[in-house]
C-alpha cells in the first residue's frame, strides 16, 4: 500500500492549510495515522495523530488549540488543518502508518511513509 500526502504550499503567518494523506491499497480501519514534520537541520517531529479506530488522538504541544486530525473512510483519507500558521510551522510534512493501530508520538512506531509536502509560512 502507498501513503499520499498533500496540501502543502506557501502561506502568510494566520492563514490556515488543511494537509491530505491518501492510504492506498488498504483501508485506514488498519492503522494509526501519524502526521510529522522535519524542518531543515532539525529531526522527524510528530505533529499530531489517530488511532485505527479514531477514538484516540494526540498532538504536539506546538499546535495543539490550532490544529485537528481526522479522516474519511471513505476517500481513505486523513486530514491535518492547521490555523493560525506560524514561521516555526515551516516544514516538510509526512504521514506515517503504524500498523498496531495504537498511535502515538514516536516515530519508529511507524513502519510505512509516505512522501512530504513542503508547507511554508512567511512572515
Known amino acids: 500500500f502507498q501513503l499520499q500526502a498533500s496540501g502543502g504550499g506557501l502561506v502568510q503567518a494566520g492563514e490556515s492549510l488543511r494537509l491530505s494523506c491518501v492510504l492506498s491499497?488498504?483501508?485506514?480501519?488498519?492503522?494509526?495515522i501519524g502526521w510529522f514534520r522535519q524542518a531543515t537541520g532539525n529531526k522527524r517531529d510528530n505533529v499530531a495523530w489517530?488511532?485505527?479506530?479514531?477514538?484516540?488522538?494526540g498532538y504536539a504541544d506546538s499546535v495543539k488549540g490550532r490544529s485537528t486530525i481526522s479522516r474519511d473512510l471513505a476517500k481513505n483519507t486523513v486530514f491535518l488543518e492547521m490555523n493560525a500558521l506560524e514561521a516555526e510551522d515551516t516544514a516538510v510534512y509526512y504521514c506515517?502508518?503504524?500498523?498496531?493501530?495504537?498511535?502515538?508520538?514516536?516515530?519508529?512506531?511507524?513502519?510505512?511513509w509516505g512522501q512530504g509536502t513542503q508547507v511554508t509560512v512567511s512572515s
Open positions: 491499497g488498504g483501508t485506514l480501519d488498519w492503522f494509526a
Open positions: 489517530l488511532s485505527s479506530s479514531a477514538t484516540h488522538s
Open positions: 506515517g502508518a503504524d500498523p498496531t493501530g495504537y498511535g502515538g508520538p514516536w516515530s519508529g512506531q511507524y513502519q510505512h
